[in-house]
């Protein structure tokens, strides 16, 4: 027993010893974790608006686009001229090509923000949707350079794998490979090294001609050391599309086209206008990129706020289609294949809010022949300006309102923390190493429930106080009380001894039972006094009505010794 009893009490030491200390200031911070979450939630309901107003926008694109259409179907005379149909490369999808001032082949994708891009989906050897790497494909001219060609090729990916040998062995890592010629069937194959960026890798191309042809293929391999595939990617045949041709006085659809394009320029963003073999017959319009941030160091501040929480969220070039579908048809495909077809692809985020690319694209007949496609796009970006600056002003606002509560709430925690010690201090002070009151507990400046407790304290020390008095008074009346019969039964003791006669003898003796007794009843009285304090302790005390029990006590004493 006494062996399971020191067990216990080691058990109970050792529990004691290695308890979590939670402080209250401690347990505030772990209450205003969650705060950190609203910051998400404002953004994601940001986000849920931003969209719902992408897809009205891209609505009411499609419809305009209709309406653009409408002005060009059946218009023999604008492309009963223009290249046949069969011109265009069998099985090729059109690859659209941007026109752009210069390209610097620095591996920095700032003067490619603009360009519409194409997304290249991931698949797993399995032949599922892979979701590890996005990829973004995207091509243009230069007009300081005629004749040159520039392809990007822009990947978000948890990191960049470079093929290596090791002991002689070659292992496998990402590989980008660029195939171009002037048929299918005499591609030449071009091995691209990406380059690192944060949050993927990027390669710029150069072309000192452009090709006639071209097919991007992607291979992405595991970076924790098994360097398994983990998605393959394959653009497939892509055909460049031709530019605008310059015009020619012997060529009457000069002046159509003029007409045309006038009409065409009423649209918001860029209208272009192809032909059945996928070149580009007309342009009117740009695309209009993301307005500049603003300098301000509140700007800055409120960026800097804005990309530290959507850290965890998707990067840009996001690509949107469900897991398991097949990868989407570009707009200018389906086009000129007959059907129309809306496009949204993500490029960016400004502020927590995402800019999209919108592209809608109708046919355009004549008869029963498509003839071309109209190509509408436009950036949402060029319209977010002023909700940038309005969800900066809110970011900065909800930052000093969360650094506010915290400061406030730590505030708060910091004086009651403060209040609760001052008052484990006092009452600790209050009693001292043999459990005596020597102390109080002051009166409390608040009347909460911290004051509460220290008046609860206060009461009880005043408690204890009085029992500690009541307990000295109790052993001086003792003493009182004892010492009488004590000394009677002592001095009769005494003079029965030196007392011969034995009538004295008999009175001693009476008065020492006389103090006996007296002693008897003394510590009679403390044994019921005991026991009535023990039963008054274990039993409930209920109201009594005093008049009643006086009238019903002197009933009683009538009763039974008479009036």
Same mark, same amino acid.
């Given at each position: 027993?006494?062996?399971?009893?020191?067990?216990?009490?080691?058990?109970?030491?050792? $529990?004691?010893?290695?308890?979590?200390?939670?402080?209250?200031?401690?347990?505030?911070?772990?209450?205003?974790?969650?705060?950190?979450?609203?910051?998400?939630?404002?953004?994601?309901?940001?986000?849920?608006?931003?969209?719902?107003?992408?897809?009205?926008?891209?609505?009411?694109?499609?419809?305009?686009?209709?309406?653009?259409?409408?002005?060009?179907?059946?218009?023999?005379?604008?492309?009963?001229?223009?290249?046949?149909?069969?011109?265009?490369?069998?099985?090729?999808?059109?690859?659209?090509? *941007?026109?752009?001032?210069?390209?610097?082949?620095?591996?920095?994708?700032?003067?490619?923000?603009?360009?519409?891009?194409?997304?290249?989906?991931?698949?797993?050897?399995?032949?599922?949707?892979?979701?590890?790497?996005?990829?973004?494909?995207? $091509?243009?001219?230069?007009?300081?350079?005629?004749?040159?060609?520039?392809?990007?090729?822009?990947?978000?990916?948890?990191?960049?794998?470079?093929?290596?040998?090791?002991?002689?062995?070659?292992?496998?890592?990402?590989?980008?490979?660029? *195939?171009?010629?002037?048929?299918?069937?005499?591609?030449?194959?071009?091995?691209?090294?990406?380059?690192?960026?944060?949050?993927?890798?990027?390669?710029?191309?150069?072309?000192?001609?452009?090709?006639?042809?071209?097919?991007?293929?992607?291979?992405?391999?595991? /970076?924790?050391?098994?360097?398994?595939?983990?998605?393959?990617?394959?653009?497939?045949?892509?055909?460049?599309?031709?530019?605008? @041709?310059?015009?020619?006085?012997?060529?009457?659809?000069?002046?159509?086209? @003029?007409?045309?394009?006038?009409?065409?320029?009423?649209?918001?963003?860029?209208?272009?206008?192809?032909?059945?073999?996928?070149?580009?017959?007309?342009?009117?319009?740009?695309?209009?990129?993301?307005?500049?941030?603003?300098?301000?160091?509140?700007?800055?501040?409120?960026?800097?706020?804005?990309?530290?929480?959507?850290?965890?969220?998707?990067?840009?070039?996001?690509?949107?289609? *469900?897991?398991?579908?097949?990868?989407?048809?570009?707009?200018?495909?389906?086009?000129?294949?007959?059907?129309?077809?809306?496009?949204?692809?993500? &490029?960016?985020?400004?502020?927590?809010?995402?800019?999209?690319?919108?592209?809608?694209?109708?046919?355009?007949?004549?008869?029963?022949?498509?003839?071309?496609?109209?190509?509408?796009?436009?950036?949402?970006?060029?319209?977010?300006?002023?909700?940038?600056?309005?969800?900066?002003?809110?970011?900065?606002?909800?930052?000093?309102?969360?650094?506010?509560?915290?400061?406030?709430?730590?505030?708060?925690?910091?004086?009651?923390?403060?209040?609760?010690?001052?008052?484990?201090?006092?009452?600790?002070?209050?009693?001292?190493?043999?459990?005596?009151?020597?102390?109080? &507990?002051?009166?409390?400046?608040?009347?909460?429930? &911290?004051?509460?407790?220290?008046?609860?304290?206060?009461?009880?020390?005043?408690?204890?106080?009085?029992?500690?008095? /009541?307990?000295?008074?109790?052993?001086?009346?003792?003493?009182?009380?004892?010492?009488?019969?004590?000394?009677?039964?002592?001095?009769?003791?005494?003079?029965?001894?030196? *007392?011969?006669?034995?009538?004295?003898?008999?009175?001693?003796?009476?008065?020492?039972?006389?103090?006996?007794?007296?002693?008897?009843?003394?510590?009679?009285?403390?044994?019921?006094?005991?026991?009535?304090?023990?039963?008054?302790?274990?039993?409930?005390?209920?109201?009594?009505?005093?008049?009643?029990?006086?009238?019903?006590?002197?009933?009683? /004493?009538?009763?039974?010794?008479?009036?």
């Amino acid at each position: 027993m006494r062996k399971a009893a020191h067990a216990m009490g080691q058990h109970r030491r050792t $529990a004691r010893r290695w308890r979590l200390p939670l402080g209250l200031r401690f347990t505030l911070a772990l209450a205003m974790v969650p705060l950190l979450v609203l910051p998400l939630v404002g953004l994601r309901f940001t986000e849920v608006m931003t969209e719902l107003a992408r897809n009205e926008r891209l609505e009411n694109q499609a419809q305009a686009a209709r309406n653009l259409a409408a002005s060009l179907h059946e218009r023999r005379d604008l492309f009963e001229l223009g290249a046949a149909a069969g011109d265009r490369r069998a099985g090729a999808e059109p690859l659209p090509v *941007e026109l752009l001032a210069d390209v610097v082949v620095d591996h920095d994708a700032g003067e490619w923000l603009e360009v519409p891009g194409r997304a290249l989906p991931m698949r797993a050897p399995e032949g599922t949707i892979a979701s590890v790497m996005r990829v973004r494909l995207a $091509a243009a001219r230069s007009q300081e350079r005629p004749g040159r060609f520039y392809l990007l090729v822009d990947a978000d990916d948890e990191r960049l794998v470079l093929p290596e040998i090791r002991d002689g062995r070659r292992l496998a890592g990402d590989e980008l490979i660029v *195939e171009h010629g002037l048929h299918a069937d005499s591609m030449r194959p071009l091995h691209v090294q990406p380059q690192e960026r944060p949050g993927g890798w990027i390669a710029e191309i150069a072309f000192e001609t452009e090709p006639a042809l071209l097919r991007v293929r992607i291979t992405d391999v595991d /970076y924790l050391g098994s360097r398994r595939v983990e998605g393959e990617a394959d653009s497939g045949l892509l055909a460049p599309v031709r530019p605008v @041709a310059a015009p020619t006085h012997n060529d009457r659809r000069t002046a159509l086209w @003029a007409d045309a394009v006038r009409g065409l320029a009423r649209a918001s963003g860029r209208v272009s206008v192809f032909d059945a073999a996928g070149a580009l017959l007309a342009q009117s319009g740009r695309v209009s990129g993301d307005p500049p941030p603003a300098d301000e160091w509140q700007s800055r501040l409120a960026r800097r706020l804005l990309a530290a929480t959507l850290s965890l969220r998707p990067e840009r070039f996001l690509d949107d289609s *469900e897991p398991g579908a097949m990868p989407a048809v570009p707009p200018l495909t389906r086009a000129l294949s007959g059907l129309p077809a809306q496009q949204a692809e993500r &490029i960016s985020a400004q502020a927590g809010l995402p800019a999209w690319m919108l592209t809608s694209a109708q046919p355009l007949w004549v008869g029963d022949r498509v003839v071309g496609a109209l190509v509408l796009e436009e950036n949402t970006g060029s319209r977010l300006g002023v909700a940038r600056e309005a969800i900066e002003r809110l970011a900065l606002l909800t930052a000093a309102a969360m650094v506010a509560t915290a400061l406030a709430l730590l505030a708060v925690g910091s004086v009651t923390v403060a209040r609760v010690v001052r008052l484990r201090r006092q009452a600790e002070q209050a009693i001292d190493s043999r459990g005596r009151v020597v102390g109080g &507990i002051r009166a409390p400046l608040f009347r909460d429930e &911290i004051g509460a407790l220290a008046e609860s304290h206060a009461n009880v020390l005043e408690r204890l106080r009085q029992h500690q008095q /009541y307990v000295g008074n109790l052993r001086g009346r003792l003493m009182h009380e004892l010492r009488t019969p004590i000394m009677v039964v002592r001095s009769s003791l005494d003079n029965l001894a030196a *007392e011969a006669d034995p009538q004295r003898q008999e009175a001693y003796l009476a008065r020492a039972r006389d103090g006996a007794q007296r002693l008897e009843r003394i510590v009679a009285s403390m044994g019921e006094a005991s026991s009535l304090e023990a039963m008054l302790a274990q039993s409930t005390l209920e109201p009594v009505d005093l008049a009643a029990l006086l009238n019903a006590c002197a009933d009683g /004493y009538r009763s039974a010794f008479g009036s």
